[in-house]
């Protein structure tokens, strides 16, 4: 099990030292795979005791054992950021530093989640009555192509924020009920309207499937399934680049659950294919 995911369950039923521990480690993953215990206790606001009952209470032996499981699942994501550091310091950024934090961050996908994982959010949507999808900031245009390429197989999708803001997506949310699922896709910084939203969906009913990038992330306590989506950029407060992977991902599983993807794959492809070209002819 990802390091990450053992804190998150340890820290459900810890005392408070404890947790602020965990809460702080969640936070802060790099630099926790990085630091002693002393710097972890001052940084956390801990006792570098609280630090040891916390690496137990996740099934460790004792820090030693936490921070090098830490190392090893966030090594990837680490030496390129420290690389990308330098180039910056040299005051050069170049393309294939770019390149190598987004492919840490799609390589995250796989540390972070499990196929076990994958299925069941699969299930959950397949298997809902209505599904509806919020995305909010950076999200929201990964959760417009969400939307469009499962609604090309089912009607039962809506976007919540694709128009008239904060009101209008409360609005069009107020229909939701049991047997019906929300995903919610929220990374840094994260917004408090869909925090609100998913709370609300719980209260009505239906399941919640958090798509973020950690454990740590706020929407995780009112999550019934999760996929994460590591979102580290160097200029900007996320990237979306993992998150479009999970989201291509588990439509592509929904779809692939459903009897009738063939049969609406086939008229969809009848429907465009007379606008479709396969010549590099253009007449004039």
Known sequence: MDPLLKIRQAIDSAPPAVVTVGEWILRHPTQAATLGIEEMA?????STASVNRLARAAGYAGFIALKADLLKGLRDAVDPLQKLRGEQNKGVATLASYMSVALSNLEGVGRANTEKALAEAADLLAGAGRIYVLGMGITANVAGWFVDTLSSYTGNVVNLAHSGGTERCAARLSRITKGDALVVLTLPRYSKDALTMAIYAKQRGAKVLAVTDSPAAPIMSHANKSLFAPCVHSVFSA?????Q??????????????????RVATELTDAVLSRLTF???TPK
């Open 239 to 243: 990237s979306y680049v993992a998150v």
């Open 42 to 46: 001052a940084q956390s606001g801990a």
């Open 279 to 281: 010549s590099s002819y």
């Open 245 to 262: 992977l999970i989201c291509e991902a588990l439509v592509a599983e929904v779809v692939r659950r459903d009897p009738e993807s063939i």
